[in-house]
């Protein structure tokens, strides 16, 4: 079952049978090194969770690293559930964007696109990023790109993304202090909340809308809402992600605000996971109403409740929550015929 | 679960989801015709193996006889297997090539390619085959064959074909004597070796690669070595089959040193069974790793242990092994979604 976050059914039971381009885009802020700031990863490697992430998406083997990444609770990666999609219904192409990357991925015959975008600094020392670089690249790859699949699913790996993601929203003038998710069941708040804090302060009045994206924000969103607005509604886009993908679309509403400009976003949507829509410590939907465009979002039905895997236990407790697409992932499978058990033997299988 | 024989997972896994044409070459050497050589058939009837198989894999009929080609033993033929995916999991196209069949199929709405090939003779009589003509009818094939698909899986069925494979290895140089597969799970040595023996001593030192060919070798492997160098790369191809289709390998390294020619073999791989690559008295990996140009090799984790059916659990104690492309068909299977048991239930419903 497909539940509706806002909007109603009718785009994604219009992808129904349809073929889709998935699209994972990585990237790396040392954000993510600031202890105790994420728990997407491996403490003192959090670097290498995109690269794991994507290693063991394309060819189910984690090659930069012996384990696949778990954070310091036993919470599996979340790729894994995109993974077991892909095993039991597979994306018809499934593409790397290196929007930054400390370890390039070890795999070949996948189309890894390279932007020539290094990892951004941390955002409470400046992130330092060349944001109107980072989204002319995903303005032009947008206009660009092509594919014969009818729909792109675009998915995001990148540690502490949800905190430069808080802090995007927040710099552009949203009230969104408390929206945001965290890979915690309980946000750190004070280690969060100061990072924060440090980085809104680095931002100045004349700052325009890309100077402060490269002082608080990510490669990630920032690269994203160029691509969106390069494609220009021509392609049907799942936005495979929580609070992360709701920052891109906060920073497509703003750009649009400051350049007093109108987007039909008619052929965009949002998938997120349950985990996501439920949980306490934020609020998927209220970041969604914020937006002066209309949108679809939605999650699937699916929980670990009926396995029996502590590991996966901890999704449903609310540790991890999302990532890698996973939502989007889930609502692709259900869209084509999986059911909610097949999906949680195959995500078991890789747990052994 | 795919298993690598030689190089890694990453070929293999850039073509879940992708679609594919699946062509089947078939042709006749009168070397089957050799009592005991091969129980790729029906005694007295060999020739018609590649004639039902075609008709089996595309109609789910037999017409050319009125039962499924069966072993003596009983051992139904791997083109079950190579159905049963089709009926799971289509491929996008099934063609046929005649190389040379004494039995047209009684087939009509599939893509029969007529090369206008005639059977090859015996090897130890001398095959007779105008190889370098047939070489260049499978190279001008690839040069002009076009699919909208991702990529092709090309199969075979030709009765005794691992006898001329064992010649033609051989004739070529290779230390390969001891390294072929058969259809028998004890290879009838005597037969066998007497035949190619005798096959060896019709090479004269003045005779070319060509020459040599068309001593002791048959349509489908020379075809398709021309077939593989005139597509140059320029779509991926999934060889299916044993140490057959490694042979075909073996005809294209060779023709390469002869012309002292390169070769990208970037978009080529093999894959057979595991009954194949378990097979004791065979070595399809030492075949592979003859050659001077890098392929990815593998093998799914297929077998019928968990089939009570008998005439299954005859393949599992080394009987049959591979033909029509029962490998590739079920990596084919297993990268698209299917499930080792949903395939076993399908080959048993054929079997009544």
């Known amino acids: 079952m497909i539940k509706n976050i806002i909007g109603n059914s009718d785009f994604i039971e219009s992808l129904r049978g349809k073929k889709a381009s998935f699209l994972l885009a990585l990237s790396n802020t040392d954000t993510a090194n600031i202890e105790g700031i994420t728990q997407a990863g ?44 892909h095993m039991l219904n597979p994306y018809s192409s499934l593409e790397i964007l290196d929007l930054g990357l400390q ?27 060349n944001a109107l670089d980072i989204f002319q690249k995903g303005l032009a790859f947008g206009q660009k ?20 993601a808080c802090a995007t929203a927040q710099a552009l003038g949203y009230d969104a202090k408390n929206l945001f998710s965290s890979s915690f069941k309980d946000t750190p708040s004070n280690i969060r909340e100061t990072t924060i804090e440090k980085s809104l302060k680095h931002i100045k009045e004349e700052d325009d809308i890309f100077s402060i994206l490269g002082k608080v924000s990510d490669n990630m969103q920032i690269f994203n809402a160029g691509f969106i607005l390069g494609l220009n509604n021509t392609k049907k886009v799942l936005l495979a992600g929580g609070t992360q993908m709701a920052s891109v679309l906060l920073i497509i509403n703003s750009i649009l605000k400051t350049m007093d400009g109108t987007f039909n976003s008619s052929n965009l949507a949002l998938c997120t996971t349950k985990w996501v829509y439920e949980d306490k410590n934020s609020n ?3 970041l969604l109403e914020m937006l002066n465009f209309k949108i679809n979002a939605y999650y699937p039905e699916f929980d670990f409740s009926t396995s029996n895997h502590p590991a996966l236990k901890l999704y449903d407790e609310g540790e991890a929550k999302e990532g890698v697409g996973a939502g989007g992932a889930l609502v692709y499978g259900l869209i084509n015929g999986l059911e909610k058990e097949q999906i949680i033997n195959k995500v078991e299988s890789f747990l052994g």
């Open 103 to 129: 370890v390039k991925p070890k795999i070949n015959y996948f189309n890894i696109h390279d932007f020539n975008i290094k990892p951004s600094s941390r955002i409470d020392e400046n992130a330092n990023i």
């Open 42 to 85: 491996i403490p003192g490697k959090m670097y290498l969770t995109p690269t794991l992430d994507s290693e063991f998406l394309c060819t189910g083997e984690v090659r930069s690293l012996d384990i696949i990444a778990e954070t310091p609770k036993g919470v599996p990666t979340p790729a894994l559930i995109t993974r077991a999609v």
């Open 284 to 286: 998927i939907k209220a």
């Open 145 to 164: 790109y092509t594919t014969t699949d009818d729909y792109i699913i675009l998915a995001e790996s990148i540690p502490s993304g949800t905190s430069t």
